[in-house]
Nanobody, 120 residues
Framework: QVQLVESGGGLVQAGGSLRLSCAAS????????MSWYRQAPENERELVAT???????KYADSVKGRFTISRDNAKKTVYLQMNSLKPEDTAVYYC??????????????WGQGTLVTVSS
C-alpha cells in the first residue's frame, strides 16, 4: 500500500506565500514524476506543476514565475512553494505520483487534497 499525505494549505491574503508538502510512504521501490494539481469549485482538476525523477519541471502558464516545485528524494517528499498568491489560486491542491512498489506493481497515487484559500 502506498499513501500520499499533503500538508501546508490554509488561508492567506493576496500577495502572500504558502508552501505545500506531500510525503509518500508505504511499499515504494521507486518514484517517478511527482505533480501538483488543483481543483477550484465547479472547475475541472488541472495540472499545476510536474517534476520528473530526472529533474525536469513543467508549470501551468498561470503559475509560471510564482510557483516552484521541488523534491527531496530521501524523504520521498515533493514541495510546492507558492508566492505572490492571487484569489484565483484558491482551490484544493492534490499531489500525484507514479510509483513502482516493492512487489513490482506500477501505481498512480493521489493524495487527499489540501485547501488553499487566497483572500483579496
Amino acid at each position: 500500500q502506498v499513501q500520499l499525505v499533503e500538508s501546508g494549505g490554509g488561508l492567506v491574503q493576496a500577495g502572500g506565500s504558502l508552501r505545500l508538502s506531500c510525503a509518500a510512504s508505504g511499499s515504494i521501490f521507486s518514484i517517478n514524476a511527482m505533480s501538483w494539481y488543483r481543483q477550484a469549485p465547479e472547475n475541472e482538476r488541472e495540472l499545476v506543476a510536474t517534476l520528473t525523477s530526472g529533474g525536469s519541471t513543467k508549470y501551468a502558464d498561470s503559475v509560471k514565475g510564482r510557483f516552484t516545485i521541488s523534491r527531496d528524494n530521501a524523504k520521498k517528499t515533493v514541495y510546492l512553494q507558492m508566492n505572490s498568491l492571487k484569489p484565483e489560486d484558491t482551490a484544493v491542491y492534490y499531489c500525484h505520483t507514479g510509483v513502482v512498489t516493492t512487489y513490482g506493481a506500477h501505481l498512480g497515487v493521489w493524495g487527499q487534497g489540501t485547501l488553499v484559500t487566497v483572500s483579496s
